[in-house]
């Protein structure tokens, strides 16, 4: 696996070691074969706030933006399961609302920061949230994978 890590943050950027386990982590759970390419960046709230406009349409900031290269269950089901490189597509963290949401639901930044790298995996291997069947199969994988790291 590649994971290619940036962060506007120096104090956030041993999270790489982290999210390389999370993202071996959740691999192995899902039986993905494939080499996956990943990149993931830890950007500011006006950074994201322009990116959630230009591509969504959305004049906010939010907490994370995932762009999948694979755009079909098709291509998912080709290439996720059989051994070689591909390149999954890209991840966006906003640390400062991930901060916001951390005091606000309780808990530490770091777990905020690696729910978020796990949501954002998994939309790049194509899972989403769009309806309350595909939310509960989504949100319980990452919370066994988050458990299984011990965060």
Same mark, same amino acid.
């Given at each position: #696996?590649?994971?290619?890590?940036?962060?506007?943050?120096?104090?956030?950027?041993?999270?790489?070691?982290? $999210?390389?386990?999370?993202?071996?982590?959740?691999?192995? #759970?899902?039986?993905?074969?494939?080499?996956? !390419?990943?990149?993931?960046?830890?950007?500011?709230?006006?950074?994201? @706030?322009? !990116?959630?406009?230009?591509?969504?349409?959305?004049?906010?900031?939010?907490?994370?933006?995932? *762009?999948?290269?694979?755009?079909? %269950?098709?291509? $998912?089901?080709?290439?996720?399961?059989?051994?070689?490189?591909?390149?999954?597509?890209?991840?966006? !963290?906003?640390?400062?609302?991930?901060?916001?949401?951390?005091?606000?639901?309780? @808990?530490?930044?770091?777990?905020?920061?690696? *729910?978020? *790298?796990? @949501?954002?995996?998994? @939309?790049?291997? %194509?899972?989403?949230? #769009?309806?309350?069947?595909?939310?509960?199969?989504? *949100?319980?994988?990452?919370?066994?994978?988050?458990?299984?790291? %011990?965060?």
């Amino acid at each position: #696996m590649e994971l290619d890590f940036n962060s506007k943050f120096e104090e956030y950027a041993d999270y790489e070691e982290e $999210y390389y386990s999370l993202a071996e982590t959740a691999l192995k #759970m899902l039986g993905i074969k494939c080499d996956p !390419i990943i990149s993931v960046s830890l950007i500011d709230n006006r950074y994201i @706030h322009r !990116i959630n406009k230009k591509y969504r349409g959305i004049d906010r900031p939010t907490d994370v933006i995932s *762009f999948a290269f694979l755009d079909d %269950g098709h291509q $998912y089901q080709k290439v996720l399961f059989k051994e070689g490189m591909v390149a999954l597509g890209d991840i966006y !963290i906003s640390v400062e609302k991930a901060s916001e949401q951390a005091q606000e639901y309780g @808990h530490s930044i770091k777990r905020e920061l690696c *729910f978020l *790298f796990v @949501h954002g995996l998994l @939309h790049l291997l %194509g899972y989403d949230h #769009m309806n309350k069947e595909d939310e509960e199969v989504m *949100f319980d994988l990452q919370e066994k994978i988050l458990k299984e790291r %011990g965060i």
